[in-house]
């Protein structure tokens, strides 16, 4: 068999201390899931169910720890947010997935960016139409490299935080999460088959904003090294 084109390579991200790669199969990322974000973007933070949309597994962009990715800024927007987040990497199969065991599944984390066309974003919700223009754009995933689940004893208690030109823009800690990283890995497995090489994005704090070319953006998760991104 042969295919009528060759196929694209695998999206894949660094695992710290290793020459092996962890291929990207999906990407999920959950929406409001720190309380004060959810305020801020003018919704009650009850904690109602978790919600998941998705971005093409094409979007990741690897950043090898210690350098700085040039992120283009994308076109049709006039009003691009960064949006830090905790990033976890499923590495065992499984559905209906208790809570308990939850963490169980996961191979690592990582420090992630969820960059997003707010305006586009906004058309999009207010119409009441899905997301993908606001949030599933090229390149629009950009992550640090993988630290193996043993290696990150933070997951529920970590600080988190992303500057931009040095100045501090937001600042949490994921133990204000409104669901866990285990509570979601358990929700979201009832409605997918969650496999190795997906990797859940598992929420914003506070305080996005926007970003122009020329801005650095520097996200970390204490535990999880830094991760530099340029807008360009």
Not at 12 to 22: I, K, Q, R
Not at 54 to 61: L, S
Not at 130 to 146: N, R
Request: hydrophobic content about 40%; proline content about 8%.
């Amino acid at each position: 068999m042969s295919y009528v084109f060759p196929p694209p390579e695998t999206a894949s991200v660094p695992v710290v201390g290793s020459a092996d790669l962890y291929p990207v199969r999906r990407i999920y990322c959950v929406g409001r899931n720190y309380a004060a974000h959810a305020r801020e973007m003018g919704f009650d933070p009850d904690r109602e169910p978790p919600f998941f949309f998705c971005k093409p597994a094409d979007a990741i962009r690897p950043v090898v720890q210690g350098q700085t990715l040039e992120f283009a800024y994308p076109s049709e927007t006039a009003n691009l947010h960064y949006e830090i987040e905790l990033v976890a990497a499923i590495g065992k199969a499984g559905s209906n997935i208790a809570v308990e065991q939850a963490l169980g599944h996961v191979w690592g984390y990582a420090v992630g960016l969820d960059m997003t066309r707010r305006d586009l974003q906004m058309k999009m919700r207010q119409a009441g139409r899905p997301w993908e223009l606001g949030k599933a754009f090229d390149a629009s995933a950009p992550i640090g490299p993988l630290y193996p689940a043993a290696q990150f004893h933070g997951v529920d208690n970590a600080e988190i935080s992303l500057t931009v030109n040095g100045a501090v823009k937001q600042h949490s800690s994921t133990a204000k999460l409104i669901w866990s990283v285990a509570e979601t890995v358990s929700y979201l497995s009832r409605y997918f088959r969650l496999e190795p090489g997906d990797l859940i994005y598992t929420g914003t704090p506070e305080g996005v904003g926007p970003v122009v070319a020329g801005d650095l953006m520097v996200g970390s998760v204490a535990g999880l090294g830094e991760l530099h991104v340029k807008v360009v």
